[in-house]
């Protein structure tokens, strides 16, 4: 499977007008109304990159993956078919819900829902944020990387890989005070970011850790931090700068119990010469994730 980025994700909320002030006053995204009672949020010229839903809870429910046509997309149905992964091909309207040409969704071995397209429809008009934020990093990069959790972790890994088509950029062992060491697999798929999934070795009730975004520049990272504390939004971790992706954020809780991570600087690889490393440490500084994870 051919997986080209992150096209968007979907998030359930019992109250998504929550999300309109959250998504758009703080992170900077654009709300529009959602067709079905929910928020859309923006980040660029696309119709909606963040899909919060009316829902009885407040959760991450599915990972909007996209590639890059209809053949791929009948391929990646084949190759699913052959792994024996349960799919349901969306309706027409059901697809159109996402503005996508064609949608299909299945779940990996760790329960969580991804969703499949192609052919995003948008009518392309200007991204206008709320909050002044000229541009997020998306493009063929995808909207940024969202972390989901994977208790059965081997299994979901080999889903990942061997089913969707992701391949390593690196590795994380994470040793907790208490417990026993917890795995990070970082994951990419057919484009330049350092990684659009990651997969940790746990249990998360929000179904997400964090939804990674990214934006220019330092000063949009601190204005970011200005808004988050301005909105007396809880934060989940300082600022600090990651040794993997090289990525400099701080987090900060959405209204679904999940983290954003907001930050600039994310490093874009060429695949054919990057070596996997397994690193013991998760950030060059900053980052205390004693705050709220
Ligand atoms: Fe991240």
Redesign the pocket.
């Known amino acids: 499977m051919d997986i080209r980025a992150l096209a968007y994700v979907v998030i359930d909320a019992v109250d998504p007008a929550q999300w309109r002030s959250f998504g758009g006053d703080v992170v900077g995204l654009q709300p529009v109304a959602l067709p079905d009672g929910g928020v859309g949020l923006r980040m660029d010229e696309r119709a909606c990159r963040l899909f919060v839903q009316p829902a009885e809870a407040d959760r991450y429910a599915a990972s909007g993956w996209e590639v890059a046509d209809k053949a791929a997309f009948a391929a990646a149905l084949r190759a699913l078919a052959q792994a024996g992964v349960d799919v349901t091909v969306a309706t027409p309207a059901q697809a159109r819900a996402r503005f996508a040409t064609e949608m299909a969704w299945f779940a990996d071995p760790a329960g969580n829902r991804h969703e499949l397209i192609w052919g995003h429809r948008s009518d392309f008009a200007r991204f206008a944020s709320p909050a002044g934020v000229p541009r997020f990093v998306t493009g063929a990069l995808g909207l940024g ?1 969202t ?1 989901l959790p994977a208790p059965a972790f081997d299994r979901t890994l080999a889903f990942m890989t061997e089913v969707m088509g992701f391949a390593s950029a690196d590795i994380l062992t994470h040793h907790g005070p208490d417990e026993g060491a917890q795995r990070i697999h970082f994951l990419h798929c057919n484009n330049g970011r350092h990684h659009s999934l990651a997969l940790f070795e746990g249990s998360v009730p929000a179904g997400c850790v ?1 939804l ?1 975004v990214e934006v220019e520049s330092m000063d949009e990272v601190g204005r970011a931090m200005d808004r988050v504390r301005q909105a007396e939004v809880p934060l989940m971790a300082t600022l600090g700068r990651h040794v993997n992706d090289a990525v400099t954020s701080f987090y900060f809780r959405s209204p679904a119990g999940f983290a954003i ?1 907001f930050g600039y600087g994310g490093r874009v690889i060429d695949w054919a010469t990057h070596t996997v490393f397994e690193s013991t440490a998760v950030s060059l500084w900053g980052h205390d994730f004693s705050l709220g994870f």
């Open positions: 990387h972390v964090h990674m991570e």
